[in-house]
């Protein structure tokens, strides 16, 4: 009869092989917190058109970490809260100052006070998230989570990085406070009760059919074609799917609360 394999025989102990499992979804953790600290980095610079992707690769890392915790079974209270922490970096202060340099500078102390109140808002979007764990429906999130809120101002930034650029000053106004409005409308909406869907609980059919792999190649391969156009489609595609979620869930709550019909009268 063959031995069976012991891992101490290797000189690790299967503590220590858990230890190493629990340590990978904090290193994506990790790498979405140097994201939102190159895309400081980078904007302070003035480099806008690069600041803008780390926080599209930090949205991604974000993504991960949670995944790979779930699939490892090593999801922990400090795995959590350093999570939270590093989407405050990524997804709230990162957004605030690239939105305040690409467009709300010239705002003065109103500009950075957009910025700041995006920071905010998204701090308590986090906050409320994380009270509200197991609580909530897992098929949507109230409120837009902030990971796309920032994604948002990244495309934008990233599809139009001389948004003020060679215009005159009545141009120049509108262009501002458009640029104002990308960074109030995702803010208002993180903390909003407006149910955002989840994909994570989305049944796409892996297994009865490729409809959906292909579907995934067709997306990636327009991202690669178009990047700036297809991810500024994508976010706000994202942030107008609530309200026509929000619209179809009134219309059918009108349409259910009609009077029956009344019985045809006897002759």
């Given at each position: ?14 503590r ?7 340590l ?18 980078y ?13 599209g ?7 991960l ?18 999570d ?14 690239l ?8 705002f ?7 910025g ?7 701090a308590?979007?986090?906050a ?9 429906d ?12 920032a994604?948002?101002?990244a ?29 109030l409308v995702p ?31 067709l ?15 994508m976010?706000?595609?994202y ?29």
């Amino acid at each position: 009869m063959a031995d069976v394999f012991d891992p101490r025989r290797a000189g690790r102990s299967p503590r220590q092989g858990r230890r190493g499992y629990a340590l990978l979804p904090n290193i994506f953790t990790i790498g979405n917190l140097f994201c939102g600290y190159a895309c400081i980095v980078y904007a302070s610079r003035g480099d806008v058109e690069t600041a803008a992707p780390f926080i599209g690769v930090a949205f991604l890392l974000d993504s991960l970490d949670g995944s790979i915790a779930r699939l490892t079974n090593t999801a922990s209270p400090f795995g959590l809260q350093l999570d939270s922490l590093a989407d405050v970096i990524s997804f709230g202060i990162a957004p605030g100052i690239l939105a305040f340099i690409w467009g709300l500078s010239d705002f003065g102390r109103w500009g950075w006070a957009v910025g700041f109140i995006f920071t905010a808002c998204a701090a308590s979007r986090l906050a409320r998230f994380n009270i509200q764990a197991g609580q909530v429906d897992k098929r949507y999130f109230v409120g837009m989570p902030s990971p796309a809120a920032a994604s948002v101002i990244a495309a934008t930034v990233f599809a139009w990085p001389d948004l003020l650029t060679g215009h005159a000053e009545p141009v120049r106004f509108l262009l501002k406070a458009l640029a104002s409005a990308v960074v109030l409308v995702p803010a208002a909406l993180m903390v909003s009760t407006i149910k955002f869907r989840s994909f994570k609980t989305i049944n796409l059919g892996w297994r009865r059919s490729r409809t959906a792999l292909l579907a995934f190649v067709l997306l990636l391969t327009l991202i690669v074609s178009e990047p700036s156009i297809m991810l500024a489609v994508m976010a706000y595609g994202y942030l107008l799917s609530a309200f026509v979620g929000l619209a179809i869930t009134r219309w059918r709550a009108r349409r259910g609360t009609l009077p029956p019909e009344l019985p045809p009268a006897a002759t």
